[in-house]
T-cell receptor, first 116, second 113 residues
Framework: SAVISQKPSRDICQRGTSLTIQCQVD?????MFWYRQQPGQSLTLIAT?????????ESGFVIDKFPISRPNLTFSTLTVSNMSPEDSSIYLC?????????????FGQGTRLTVV | AQSVAQPEDQVNVAEGNPLTVKCTYS??????LFWYVQYPNRGLQFLLK??????LVKGSYGFEAEFNKSQTSFHLKKPSALVSDSALYFC???????????FGSGTRLQVQP
């Protein structure tokens, strides 16, 4: 199983500022994803992080608000820009090894963001 | 489009009793079904999956799940609940057209001593 490390694990930020979350996987993977879990809610996919190209965003999420980088196969960052209290959530990164449909995804421990 | 429904926000069960957490799904092709558990302040942990084959799949911590194609269900079960099983459980689905998982709304399992 893959080990996925995220940092920071939590942060409290002022509105209007930005936070960058880092995600490191301990093995080479072909697909990485970023999810948001709002308080008391399920996980919603923000985007698929593509290595060497722009991320693929889901409906309702835009690059200006959630820029994503993936400079290599094992590392990705998600930035939450110009934050507002509505951005307070847990943000999780996930992998899919070799992009295989029949394999389970693994998740980082999440970044708990509070915007004040 | 794929979707997952978990009809119960919370399930309460006494320790030692069997538990069931319900999940139904909708996909356009063959489903790949997963259960995850989330403990407080932790990420998601994989429990088990159904890909093909036997309808009853076994996973971690004594959990199992039954795939029912005609009812499009994938209910999570455990013969004897433990207090330490208390957590938030998510059912998720992937179909052949999409690599990312789609999650249900989650069910909070509370096991009383």
């Amino acid at each position: 199983s893959a080990v996925i490390s995220q940092k920071p694990s939590r942060d409290i930020c002022q509105r209007g500022t930005s936070l960058t979350i880092q995600c490191q996987v301990d093995s080479q993977v072909t697909m990485m994803f970023w999810y948001r879990q709002q308080p008391g809610q399920s996980l919603t996919l923000i985007a698929t992080a593509n290595q060497g190209s722009e991320a693929t965003y889901e409906s309702g999420f835009v690059i200006d608000k959630f820029p994503i980088s993936r400079p290599n196969l094992t590392f990705s960052t998600l930035t939450v820009s110009n934050m507002s209290p509505e951005d307070s959530s847990i943000y999780l990164c996930s992998n899919l090894d070799r992009g295989l449909l029949n394999t389970e995804a693994f998740f980082g421990q999440g970044t708990r963001l509070t915007v004040v | 489009a794929q979707s997952v429904a978990q009809p119960e926000d919370q399930v309460n069960v006494a320790e030692g009793n069997p538990l069931t957490v319900k999940c139904t799904y909708s996909v356009s092709g063959n489903p790949y079904l997963f259960w995850y558990v989330q403990y407080p302040n932790r990420g998601l942990q994989f429990l088990l999956k159904y890909i093909t084959g036997d309808n009853l799949v076994k996973g971690s911590y004594g959990f199992e799940a039954e795939f029912n194609k005609s009812q499009t269900s994938f209910h999570l079960k455990k013969p004897s609940a433990l207090v330490s099983d208390s957590a938030l459980y998510f059912c998720a689905v992937r179909d052949t057209g999409r690599r990312a998982l789609t999650f249900g709304s989650g069910t909070r399992l509370q096991v009383q001593p």
